[in-house]
C-alpha cells in the first residue's frame, strides 16, 4: 500500500466559497472537489499547446475558460 501525503494551503475566502459551492452543487467532500480540480488541470496542462505557454499565457488561457468571467485568477487567489 501507498503512503499518502497531506498537503495544506492557505485558503482565500474566493476559494473558500467556490469550493463550498461546488461541494454543495455536486454533494460531495472537499478532498473530492480539489482531487477534481487537480486531475483537469493536470488533464488541461498535458495538451501540447499548453505546455508551450509560459505561465501568463496559462492564466489568460484559463481565465478565458470561465462562463462568464467571474473573477481574474489575482482576485481569485489573493487576499
Known amino acids: 500500500m501507498s ?10 475566502e474566493p ?7 461546488v461541494m454543495r ?3 460531495i ?3 473530492s472537489v480539489i482531487k477534481l480540480s487537480l486531475y483537469m488541470l493536470s488533464t488541461y496542462m498535458s495538451r501540447k499547446e499548453v505546455r508551450a505557454m ?4 496559462l492564466v489568460k488561457d484559463i ?3 470561465s462562463p462568464n468571467q467571474k473573477r481574474s485568477f ?6
Open 25 to 27: 452543487e455536486r454533494n
Open 29 to 31: 467532500d472537499r478532498t
Open 54 to 57: 509560459n505561465l501568463h499565457e
Open 63 to 65: 481565465e478565458r475558460m
Open 3 to 12: 503512503k499518502r501525503l497531506a498537503y495544506t494551503f492557505r485558503c482565500t
Open 15 to 21: 476559494m473558500r466559497q467556490s469550493i463550498e459551492q
Open 74 to 79: 489575482a482576485e481569485f487567489s489573493e487576499d
